[in-house]
């Protein structure tokens, strides 16, 4: 699949804030690391709502024809794209408000930011599901169609969303260990999901040449495409990853996506120099840009069965 | 829909006729990209490709002219978020409203039979109209109601008609050659179904049968024959 910066950052980043924003809930709640304070919380929502505004702004550049883009709103009962799209309108208000209750009261443990907080966690966890579920339900393409794929922006959204809770408190140099705690705890369950799903993907499966074309009792092979350039079929879908490189760029998701982090947090709880915090986030937004790139450059659309290839 | 492989030449003149029609039809234009240049490019709702099925010498060259479907189970209405694209209740064609489209690209992604493009200038997803501004077409003669590609097919590769109707031409088709839809393990369902080859002997090519004796009196009277 060609792989757009459009949606690479829309699932990026909202996948981040959603993921924060739970984060900060949950935290304030479950009195992680004895809670966040008013600023913490302040500051970590409005990095939440920044990214998550800057993933939807993103996604609205990959349409081709914008202008009528408020109608994604209204096929909500049958396509995962629209869902998305409510959830993630609905949870503003949420935020928003949770972020003003905060604020007014000057503490987080108050009903209206209760009541709030349990609907901006409500709403990121079930965006970032329907984000998922986006590609899983394609029947089109092996690599997305497992339920590893919801797990896996799941988990990785809140992977990254603790990295960035734990920056911040890092940086405002409060006590750290459980907040880091519970990054590197998701980082490492995120990065074993996505291991799973790297072996599940690894061998090829699903329609073949054979099926694709209705000759099962005989070799099929393409003599012509029949087009002498490319086509909007070929650039959407005709673009394959060298295995060295998606070897070499796997290793980079895995260093730069969980071990980078993981390793900057222990160093900047332990001493360290207090950018290493906000350097631990930064280094797993890069190296899930990196896994989400893959995730997009390594699924084989079934179309390709049509221009020769003999099995996705 | 239905294709028959066993007739169809690859001469690609269904995909022309289909350009010609529909670039000035319901969802018109076509979008041409750089047409007189090194790579022409552009949107086409029917493209035809080649392949060598067996090895030889038992292979045979199929022409292959792939268009929409018009699946019973067309994912791609499901997955459209904006409800431009949508399947018709009375007759089952699938059809993007062009006033609604946003250009996601979703559902070419779910349509497994490259029968969808996007339209780089109109910014929307084109598609296979099955010609419904001719098969409705009240004006024209009732033989002429029919898409742009069947009719113009010198091969009479391509019929149109009814397969809900267990007795109309392409539904007997269908019964009487084993008419196939494409991965059908995909479970969209298509509409379309292809004929597949009628199976002909191989020709032998371990040089030529020795004459037998027959041929040889044959040749020998022919010989010897003045007319």
């Known amino acids: 699949m060609h792989a757009s910066l459009s949606t690479i950052f829309l699932t990026l980043l909202s996948g981040g804030g959603f993921g924060l924003m739970s984060l900060i809930v949950l935290a304030n709640w479950l009195r992680l690391g004895g809670g966040l304070t008013v600023v913490e919380t302040l ?46 309108v609905a949870f503003y208000p949420f935020a928003l408000l949770y972020l003003a209750a905060t604020w007014i009261w000057n503490t987080p443990d ?28 394609l029947r089109t393409i092996r690599q997305w169609n497992t339920p590893l794929v919801p797990t896996n922006f799941l988990f990785l959204g809140a992977a990254l969303g603790a990295t960035t809770l734990a920056a911040v408190r890092l940086t405002t140099g409060g006590a750290a260990g459980t907040l880091v705690t519970v990054a590197v705890m998701l980082l490492f369950m995120a990065a074993v999901i996505k291991t799973i799903y790297y072996f599940w993907i690894a061998q090829p499966g699903g329609p073949t040449i054979n099926t694709a074309t209705g000759f099962t009792r005989a070799t099929v092979r393409i003599l012509d495409p029949g087009h002498t350039a490319g086509t909007f079929l070929t650039e959407e879908f005709g673009n394959t990853v060298p295995a060295q490189t998606a070897m070499l760029l796997k290793v980079t998701v895995y ?14 709880l332990n001493g360290g120099p207090v950018f290493l915090g906000p350097a631990a986030a ?17 699924a084989q659309h079934v179309v390709n069965l049509y221009h020769g290839r003999q099995q996705c | 829909m239905v294709i028959d492989l066993d007739v169809c030449v690859g001469c690609h003149a269904c995909a022309v006729a289909c350009k010609e029609w529909n670039t000035s039809g319901t969802t018109a234009p076509l979008t041409d990209y750089d047409p007189y240049g090194a ?56 059809l993007v ?46 033989e002429e109601r029919q898409p742009a590609c069947v009719l113009t097919c010198p091969a009479h590769a391509r019929m149109f008609g ?6 109309s031409t392409v539904s007997r088709a269908v019964r009487n ?11 969209y369902r298509p509409t379309n179904h292809y004929l597949p080859p009628r199976n002909r002997p191989a020709i032998p090519v371990d040089g030529q049968s020795a004459p037998n004796l027959q041929r040889k009196i044959k040749e020998w009277v022919n010989q010897v024959v003045q007319r």
């Open chain 1, 255 to 268: 260093v730069l996506g969980f071990i980078v982090p993981a390793w900057f947090l222990y160093l900047a």
């Open chain 2, 39 to 94: 790579e022409p490019s552009g949107v086409w709702f029917n493209r035809i490709r080649h392949y060598e099925v067996g090895e030889y010498p038992n292979n045979k060259t199929i022409n292959f002219p792939m268009s929409c479907m018009h699946c019973e189970n067309a994912e791609c209405v499901t997955v459209c978020p904006t409800g431009a694209s949508y399947k018709r209740a009375e007759d089952g064609i699938v």
């Open chain 1, 110 to 137: 108050n009903l209206l930011a209760h009541l709030a907080g349990a609907g901006a966690l409500f709403f990121s966890v079930i965006t970032v599901f329907s984000q998922g579920m986006i590609y899983a339900v």
């Open chain 1, 282 to 298: 930064l280094s797993a937004f890069v190296g899930i840009f990196v896994e989400r790139w893959l995730f997009w450059a390594e």
């Open chain 2, 177 to 187: 050659r084993g008419g196939y839809a494409l991965m059908p393990e995909l479970n």
């Open chain 1, 43 to 88: 500051v970590a929502g409005i990095i939440a709502l920044a990214l998550v505004s800057a993933g939807l702004i993103s996604s609205t550049l990959h349409l081709a024809n914008p202008k009528n883009a408020w109608r994604a709103f209204t096929r909500w009962r049958t396509s995962w794209l629209a869902r998305e799209g409510v959830f993630a």
């Open chain 2, 162 to 167: 009814d397969l809900d109707d267990p007795e």
């Open chain 2, 97 to 142: 409203d062009q006033s609604k489209c946003m250009g996601c690209n979703y559902c070419s992604w779910a349509c497994p039979y490259g029968a969808r493009e996007l339209d780089r200038m109109s910014g929307t997803m084109k598609k296979c109209t099955l010609c419904i501004d001719r098969i409705y077409d009240m004006n024209i003669p009732e």
